[in-house]
Each structure stands twice: as structure tokens, then as C-alpha cells.
């Protein structure tokens, strides 16, 4: 067997001064610091495997999620579009609120809406966000935060946990809205159903499903 000597020693191979065990790649590897634990319990919440790659000092093997043994693509690229919010609560007395969205789903990374300055308690915000949707995963859930802006960071107004069958509901509902033209207006009537929000509120959402450039409509 042969073996490595350490830097300075003899040119002549002597077994008892050199080491018989060949480096491994594996002792080199990043070891988890305190910033990585932090960063992994804030991922954590929602998405668990990712925080334990960055647990595990491995964030480059989070791209392996996104493979698949066939060909086919499981994932749904959809389109989320949010028209307002109503009854929201009042983060300051004497302050109007300065809205914004945030979503969480899946793996997807964390969406966020533009922020709508001294919005109040009804805001109508007319954002749209792209997702991509695991239909047969029938856990999957979409996370809506309507956040206050602050100087420094920003404040939960409301929030809205969403099951995979009701977002599969909005995708149908809206190609019924949609029509011939697959134009969906900021009205009542392309969105008709609104969830509660907790503690108070409502919000209008709907989803639709995004053209893929190589099959068509998801």
C-alpha cells in the first residue's frame, strides 16, 4: 500500500513517518455553522428538505428535488393573480397600512407582491405571481401573508393556509371564466370566490394555468 508523507519529510518512502490512510475528500467538507442552524430553522416552516441540505452544508444539492425518472413533468406552471383584500386589521392607530403579499408554496421560492402605500383596511392590488404546482401531491399547500411594510422589516397582518384541492378548483373555475378569448378581467365575475383571511379579512384570488413553451397549456 502506498503512502503519503508529510510535507517536509524524507524523498525516500519511509512507512513509519508517512501516513498509510489516503486523504479524503469528505474531511474537507464545510461543517454547518450558526448562521446555517438559523437559516435552517426560518426554512424550516415550509420547506423542510431544503433546510436540511442547508443543515447539512449541501445547499448545491437542492437543485436534485427538481428530478424526475421519466421525461414527464409533474409540475403545473400556474399563474396566481390577487385582486384585493378587504377588512384588514390595523397594524397603528395613526398610521394607514402599506400592503403587500407574500406566498409560500412547495418548493417554489418566496413570491412577494410590490408594496401599496397607506393601502388602509381594503386594498385592491391587481398582482399576478407564477407558481409551479405538484398536482399529485395532494399535501401541498399555498401559504398567503398580508404583510405590513415597515421602516425596518415588516408587520403580519392576516394569513391563509390553501389546500391543493381548492387551488386545482381555481385552475377549472377559471377556464370556465376565461372564455374564447383567455382574457381574465379584474372584476367579480373572473373572481368570484374569496377566502377568509386569520384573524380578519378576505382576500380574491384566482389561478391560471400558464402555456408551457413545449406542450401547450399545462
Known amino acids: 500500500?502506498?503512502?503519503?508523507?508529510?510535507?517536509?519529510?524524507?524523498?525516500?518512502?519511509?512507512?513509519?513517518?508517512?501516513?498509510?490512510?489516503?486523504?479524503?475528500?469528505?474531511?474537507?467538507?464545510?461543517?454547518?455553522?450558526a448562521k446555517d442552524c438559523?437559516?435552517?430553522?426560518?426554512?424550516?416552516?415550509?420547506?423542510?428538505?431544503?433546510?436540511?441540505?442547508?443543515?447539512?452544508?449541501?445547499?448545491?444539492?437542492k437543485g436534485c428535488r427538481d428530478l424526475h425518472v421519466t421525461?414527464?413533468?409533474?409540475?403545473?406552471?400556474?399563474?396566481?393573480l390577487i385582486w384585493k383584500v378587504e377588512d384588514l386589521t390595523s397594524s397603528d392607530l395613526f398610521h394607514a397600512?402599506?400592503?403587500?403579499?407574500?406566498?409560500?408554496?412547495?418548493y417554489n421560492e418566496?413570491?412577494?407582491?410590490?408594496?401599496?402605500n397607506n393601502a388602509g383596511?381594503?386594498?385592491?392590488?391587481?398582482?399576478?405571481?407564477?407558481?409551479n404546482f405538484d398536482e399529485d401531491d395532494d399535501e401541498e399547500k399555498?401559504?398567503?401573508?398580508?404583510?405590513?411594510?415597515?421602516v425596518m422589516g415588516a408587520q403580519e397582518l392576516a394569513r391563509v393556509e390553501i389546500s391543493s384541492q381548492a387551488v386545482k378548483d381555481l385552475l377549472k373555475d377559471s377556464e370556465k371564466v376565461r372564455g374564447p378569448q383567455q382574457v381574465l378581467q379584474w372584476d367579480a365575475n373572473c373572481f368570484p370566490k374569496s377566502f377568509p383571511l386569520i384573524?380578519?379579512?378576505?382576500?380574491?384570488?384566482?389561478?391560471?394555468?400558464?402555456?408551457?413553451?413545449?406542450?401547450?397549456?399545462?
Not at 110 to 115: C, I, L
Not at 121 to 131: A, F, G, N, R
Request: hydrophobic share 40%.
Open 1 to 33: 500500500m502506498r503512502g503519503y508523507c508529510k510535507e517536509g519529510s524524507a524523498a525516500n518512502f519511509i512507512p513509519s513517518r508517512c501516513h498509510l490512510v489516503p486523504p479524503d475528500l469528505h474531511l474537507n467538507r464545510r461543517r454547518p455553522k
Open 38 to 61: 438559523l437559516n435552517c430553522w426560518s426554512t424550516a416552516r415550509f420547506r423542510p428538505i431544503e433546510a436540511f441540505l442547508m443543515f447539512c452544508g449541501r445547499q448545491e444539492l
Open 71 to 80: 421525461q414527464a413533468d409533474p409540475l403545473c406552471p400556474c399563474q396566481l
Open 97 to 106: 397600512n402599506h400592503v403587500f403579499i407574500e406566498a409560500f408554496m412547495g
Open 110 to 116: 418566496t413570491m412577494r407582491t410590490r408594496v401599496h
Open 121 to 131: 383596511s381594503d386594498c385592491i392590488l391587481k398582482e399576478s405571481m407564477q407558481l
Open 142 to 150: 399555498l401559504f398567503l401573508f398580508v404583510q405590513n411594510q415597515k
Open 199 to 218: 384573524p380578519r379579512g378576505q382576500i380574491w384570488i384566482t389561478a391560471v394555468p400558464v402555456e408551457d413553451e413545449y406542450h401547450g397549456y399545462a
